[in-house]
């Protein structure tokens, strides 16, 4: 498809009112039944999303909270996990994934990511000690780890697993859902998030009783069904009106996912004959993973890198860097002192281009054609 690059248009990076326009009249209607009823915390809409998101992915249980952050940390405190303890995480994240470890008690032990941009089995072997009690792999960008090693060495060691699944709803590996591998895993549904509601929203998946019962304790201030405090909890309830909109998009997401891999083989057959860029891996290219591409992180020359996002910009095609091109451990504010040196130049290489379901496929051409312009080819 070519496409007139003197015509200039906007590709914005994300479109935030599309998330409303897109079903418009149905979130009014959505908003009107639920606010009309005064249905707002704990109700039944609340309940039927939670059966619905883990019947998705096939787990047991669901349980809506407040943000996905809070999902880990209360994925971590249900397990156990507490000070003294040692968690290893990708540092290639978003700074959730480490707070959630920090703020449960622990310590929070980043180390390097692969090829592929998720967590490295070799280097959670070698940051293994005594102290260690769990594994938070982040199945980053609607990808999934390399579950088949990360289980090894979880099941060598004797250690948890818990999933930061914010970014991969749907993902499999091997026609298993990412988020169900381990004793829990946290989903968002920040807007910009494969399923996004228009705030913060986050669900817990578990198949596992005790856990549940101890993460629906944590997330409404400790109280039991009875309406009896029985330990210290938090105010963290995913709203109903939220669940409600959730739950209607989620009857939508298959056909989402199929628009988000359309774009990503348009991306690869538009882009894959270009040396001097790298790309995801392309949908299907592994017959051992499924992937969603909530996002679309490509590798350039650092050198060149910003003149790239730069001219591109000027042709009005929105691209970032993730987490404002850090690593965890690179935020001098948190204390992180380690050395992750292919990390590290990774955060110099990689960039984020367009990709959501408000793009067309014209827009998804002139995104292509503009930097195949910049490269020459």
């Known amino acids: 498809m070519q496409i007139d690059l003197m015509k200039s248009r906007k590709v914005p990076f994300f479109n935030y009112p599309h998330v409303y326009k897109q079903y418009e009249e149905d979130f009014l209607r959505?908003?009107?039944?639920?606010?009309?009823?005064?249905?707002?915390?704990?109700?039944?809409?609340?309940?039927?999303?939670?059966?619905?998101?883990?019947?998705?992915?096939?787990?047991?249980?669901?349980?809506?909270?407040?943000?996905?952050?809070?999902?880990?940390?209360?994925?971590?405190?249900?397990?156990?996990?507490?000070?003294?303890?040692?968690?290893?995480?990708?540092?290639?994240?978003?700074?959730?994934?480490?707070?959630?470890?920090?703020?449960?008690?622990?310590?929070?032990?980043?180390?390097?990511?692969?090829?592929?941009?998720?967590?490295?089995?070799?280097?959670?072997?070698?940051?293994?000690?005594?102290?260690?009690?769990?594994?938070?792999?982040?199945?980053?960008?609607g990808h999934v780890c390399d579950m088949d090693?990360?289980?090894?060495?979880?099941?060598?060691?004797?250690?948890?697993?818990i999933e930061d699944a914010a970014q991969s709803l749907g993902a499999k590996y091997k026609g298993k859902a990412a988020g169900t591998f381990g004793a829990a895993s946290a989903f968002s549904f920040y807007p910009a998030k494969v399923v996004g509601c228009f705030g913060d929203g986050g669900a817990v998946v578990t198949n596992d009783d005790k856990m549940q019962e101890e993460i629906a304790l944590l997330r409404d201030h400790g109280r039991a069904k009875i309406g009896e405090v029985v330990k210290w909890g938090m105010n963290s309830r995913l709203d109903n009106l939220h669940a409600a909109i959730l739950d209607f998009k989620l009857t939508h997401y298959p056909a989402d996912i199929e628009r988000r891999r359309a774009i990503a083989t348009q991306y690869q057959n538009g882009l894959g004959d270009i040396a001097e860029i790298k790309l995801p891996r392309a949908p299907d290219a592994d017959v051992n993973r499924f992937e969603i591409y909530q996002n679309y992180e490509v590798e350039v020359d650092a050198t060149i890198r910003e003149k790239l996002r730069i001219t591109l910009g000027e042709k009005g095609i929105g691209t970032i860097l993730q987490w404002g091109g850090k690593a965890v451990h690179e935020y001098k504010g948190l204390g992180l002192k380690y050395n992750l040196p292919f990390t590290e130049q990774l955060m110099k290489r990689s960039f984020l281009l367009p990709l959501h379901t408000a793009l067309t496929d014209e827009d998804v051409a002139y995104i292509i054609e503009n930097i195949r312009s910049f490269f020459g080819s």
């Open 30 to 141: 959505i908003f009107k039944d639920v606010v009309g009823r005064g249905a707002y915390i704990l109700q039944q809409e609340g309940r039927d999303f939670e059966e619905n998101i883990a019947k998705f992915i096939g787990a047991k249980y669901g349980l809506g909270v407040g943000n996905c952050t809070d999902g880990l940390y209360f994925a971590l405190r249900a397990a156990g996990i507490g000070k003294g303890d040692e968690v290893i995480f990708s540092s290639h994240t978003f700074v959730a994934t480490a707070s959630a470890i920090h703020h449960s008690g622990a310590t929070p032990i980043p180390v390097e990511c692969g090829e592929d941009h998720l967590i490295d089995p070799k280097a959670i072997e070698a940051a293994i000690t005594p102290r260690t009690r769990a594994i938070m792999p982040t199945q980053l960008n």
């Open 149 to 161: 090693a990360i289980m090894e060495i979880v099941n060598k060691h004797g250690l948890l697993l």
